[in-house]
């Protein structure tokens, strides 16, 4: 489900452990996902909904510690993927750290006809293009190469 976050036992799981929690949009299943794309209002709209919701959750069971993850690539087509990119820093309204999973998404290579494999450049920059939009957090493949992103990022523009 969009909106729901997870089951209430997940929830008061949580709130019982104390961990922090990874909250990543997805609709559907990694099967289904890419017939899920349609969103009416747009899909950072839809992913501030997806993310209103879970901060309910995380309120009602007293979670404290969640992070925001937009879920790059998952249930969003290549156009959809640059504007949450674009639009990423709308999610710090949450006052949540920001988790930013770009590294090898299709997102970046197919424009490019590239494999995966070639998309480290254009990882590296949708990685500063996250940093400057408001990501906390990068996830990636490519440990060496992020650092230097975020250690040119923190130098120059942070």
Not at 54 to 76: M, N, Q, S, T, Y
Request: glycine share 10%; net charge negative.
């Amino acid at each position: 489900n969009d909106i729901s976050g997870g089951c209430d036992a997940m929830w008061e799981l949580l709130g019982e452990l104390k961990v922090p929690y990874v909250a990543m949009h997805m609709r559907g299943t990694p099967a289904t996902m890419s017939g899920l794309t349609d969103y009416p209002d747009g899909v950072t709209a839809a992913v501030m909904d997806f993310f209103e919701g879970i901060r309910a959750k995380a309120e009602e069971h007293g979670v404290e510690d969640w992070i925001l993850d937009p879920g790059f690539g998952f249930a969003k087509t290549v156009e959809q993927n640059w504007q949450l990119l674009r639009e990423m820093s709308v999610f710090q309204t949450f006052g949540r750290p920001v988790l930013a999973g770009l590294s090898r998404k299709s997102f970046l290579y197919k424009p490019l006809g590239i494999t995966p494999e070639e998309a480290l450049p254009a990882t590296m920059a949708a990685n500063f293009i996250a940093l400057r939009n408001g990501a906390d957090i990068l996830r990636v493949h490519d440990v060496k190469e992020a650092r230097e992103t975020v250690r040119l990022y923190g130098l120059y523009m942070g």
